[in-house]
């Protein structure tokens, strides 16, 4: 792209002068001095605002660090959703009860009662209905009010007038995602993990991050911090650094980092045996997709990152694999996995003691090149639904080179 050309020194320039004069400019002249996709915009943390971090808040900027809607978020894990039952979350900062009914089939609920607001959830299911364990209201999957048991014979008052909201639904590859938004059909599609049919994920780990969703994506698709997070004798350390260049190419509502030989220093891989080929795929609104290829095995990384609300944000982290061996290790694996996580977890809580004094922030060439991508996909997501027109990818074909 022609305006990245220049820019590594322009931010190494801009990263040098915000330091040094971060205390004499104001807030808005902070501000405006910046590319917009040099800010990542982080939410106020209530209790936890830094001097003008109000005043910040009020401005435009923050609309871009809020999360896409008219996108699909991953919801949970199928298996964790039996038959009968219903589980309640919180995505987008919106209750939601997802429900798999007596048949096998799952919904998606505002959980509010819409008498007076009780949570749905901490009612009753029967596999047919929900019950409001306040007055007793019953409502079918579909949303649609059949019994308000305090009415008596004669009055004329319908139930099948009220709704609850629903959400599109949709059970893929064993994980649960729900749209959020007006159009599914023009959406970004979920991810299906080639090779892998209608198999449910081996292993799934949820965690929760205490971050914004950028900088949950961002800190997610960082290539610069492992060797200083990511340190641990079986995957990196801080010597194994090294100069990597990885091509990249623009695929649907997204980028992918086309296959290549994982580095050196990533040695878990080496355990697949063969001779490992990656590729990973990135997809609005939050999606990483990561195809491992070695010999006869295919192991697939799908990481989803769902906002809970402007605040907090939750990664789940599920792994298809097609080697057998790897069913026994399962207790292994999640032990790393878990780490992995909890070290992102970690570093991002640790951040957000720096975020919540609203600073400059600065993604410089190429190492953050991923995050300038996400910030104008997301940017352009929302103003090719907001103008009813096709979405242009802004990503093009590159090479990125960095240090990691
Ligand atoms: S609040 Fe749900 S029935 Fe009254
Ligand atoms: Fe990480």
Redesign the pocket.
């Known amino acids: 792209m022609s305006d990245n050309s220049d820019h590594g020194s322009k931010a190494q320039r801009s990263l040098i002068v915000s330091q040094r004069r971060e205390n004499s400019l104001t807030r808005d002249q902070m501000i405006a001095a910046r590319k917009p996709e040099e800010v990542a915009a982080p939410e106020a943390v209530s209790g936890c605002r830094g001097g003008d971090g109000d005043k910040a808040a009020k401005t435009p900027i923050e609309d871009t660090a809020a999360p896409l809607r008219d996108v699909w978020y991953y919801a949970t894990p199928g298996f964790r959703l039996r038959r009968g039952r219903m589980l309640a979350k919180v995505m987008l900062g919106e209750p939601i009860l997802i429900g798999r009914d007596a048949e096998d089939r799952i919904f998606a609920l505002r959980d509010l009662?819409p008498?007076?607001?009780?949570r749905?959830s901490a009612g009753r299911f029967d596999g047919r209905e929900v019950e409001?364990?306040?007055?007793?209201?019953r409502f079918d999957c579909g949303g649609r009010c059949t019994r308000i048991p305090s009415l008596v014979p004669g009055q004329a008052f319908r139930p099948d007038r009220i709704h609850v909201r629903t959400y599109p639904v949709q059970e893929v590859q064993g994980n649960i995602w729900i749209f959020f938004g007006e159009n599914p059909a023009e959406a970004p599609q979920i991810p299906l993990i080639d090779g892998f049919g209608r198999c449910s994920p081996n292993l799934v780990e949820s965690v929760i991050f205490s971050a914004a969703i950028d900088h949950a994506v961002v800190g997610l698709m960082d290539p610069a911090h492992g060797p200083f997070v990511h340190r641990a004798w079986w995957w990196r350390s801080r010597r194994s650094i090294h100069r990597k260049a990885k091509s990249f190419v623009p695929s649907p509502f997204g980028f992918t980092m086309s296959r290549h030989a994982p580095s050196n220093n990533s040695r878990a891989y080496r355990l697949l045996g063969g001779a490992p080929q990656t590729e990973i795929v990135f997809r609005l609104p939050s999606v990483r997709v990561e195809h491992i290829r070695a010999g006869r095995h295919v192991v697939s990384n799908l990481t989803a990152i769902t906002p809970i609300d402007g605040r907090m944000t939750e990664i789940n982290h599920c792994i298809y694999w097609t080697s057998r061996w790897l069913g026994p290790l399962k207790p292994f694996v999640r032990h790393y996995v878990r780490a992995f996580l909890h070290q992102d977890r970690e570093i991002m809580e640790r951040q957000q003691k720096g975020l919540c004094f609203n600073p400059p922030l600065t993604l410089i060439d190429d190492a953050d090149t991923q995050a300038k991508w996400y910030y104008r996909l997301k940017r352009e997501y929302r103003r090719a639904r907001a103008e009813g027109r096709a979405f242009e990818n802004p990503v093009d074909t590159r090479i990125l080179e960095w240090r990691s």
Request: proline share 0%; with cysteine; glycine share 16%.
């Open positions: 009662c008498h007076r607001g009780m749905l409001c364990c306040y007055h007793g209201w």
